[in-house]
């Protein structure tokens, strides 16, 4: 049975809008604070079909557009130590299936970064559409997922005098997206 589009939302296509849509990360540090950062989402596409199961996502993030507010830490994070800014500049996201979670959606999909990719599942939340000045007719969402880092490779890390390690391998990714509907 075909799930409906959320209420306001029409099928088409959007182009994502990199000036109006932001990507973020956290990651515990020391064991005892977090260190918070953004990358930019460079294009991407949302194909709003007639019902959830014919619509999809993709999108490409720049890796050496990492900024957490320490230029030696974005530095450090675009290396071969973690993500390979160089050699693997660009992160991917391609949907391989939507569905309804009560009032929000799970979008599930493959995840690339440092030139690996797994499977990952968005919470994401629909929050409406509007009509710029300009004229656009706009989409807004909101997704969060969780990862290991170790899963994409980013294994580097520094063992504390009190015990532990100086990085977390959990990334909590936050991504706010407006597009824009095509023609």
């Given at each position: ?9 029409t ?6 809008d990199p000036s ?6 956290s990651?515990r540090?020391?064991?005892i604070a ?6 930019t989402?460079?294009?991407g ?5 007639e ?6 996502v ?9 900024s957490?507010?320490d230029?030696?830490?974005?530095g450090?994070?675009k290396?071969?130590?973690f993500w ?5 500049p ?7 299936s939507?569905?309804?979670d009560?009032?929000?959606?799970v979008?599930l999909?493959?995840l ?6 797994k499977?990952?599942e968005?919470?994401t939340?629909?929050t409406?559409t509007a009509?710029d ?5 706009r ?7 969780e990862v290991?880092?170790k899963?994409?490779g980013l ?11 100086l990085?977390?391998?959990k ?9 824009i509907?095509k023609?």
């Amino acid at each position: 049975m075909a799930t409906p589009l959320p209420a306001g939302l029409t099928a088409g296509a959007y182009d994502i809008d990199p000036s109006h849509t932001a990507a973020s990360f956290s990651v515990r540090h020391a064991g005892i604070a977090k260190v918070r950062g953004s990358i930019t989402v460079t294009s991407g596409t949302i194909t709003v079909g007639e019902d959830l199961e014919s619509s999809s996502v993709t999108a490409e993030l720049d890796a050496a557009s990492v900024s957490t507010g320490d230029a030696g830490r974005d530095g450090h994070l675009k290396s071969a130590d973690f993500w390979h800014a160089d050699e693997k500049p660009t992160w991917t996201f391609s949907s391989t299936s939507i569905k309804a979670d009560g009032d929000d959606y799970v979008i599930l999909g493959d995840l690339t970064i440092n030139g690996i990719t797994k499977g990952v599942e968005l919470e994401t939340e629909f929050t409406g559409t509007a009509k710029d000045p300009f004229g656009n007719n706009r989409a807004g969402f909101e997704a969060n997922l969780e990862v290991n880092r170790k899963d994409f490779g980013l294994t580097w890390n520094a063992t504390l005098e009190t015990g532990g390690f100086l990085v977390g391998d959990k990334v909590k990714i936050t991504l706010d997206v407006s597009a824009i509907a095509k023609g």
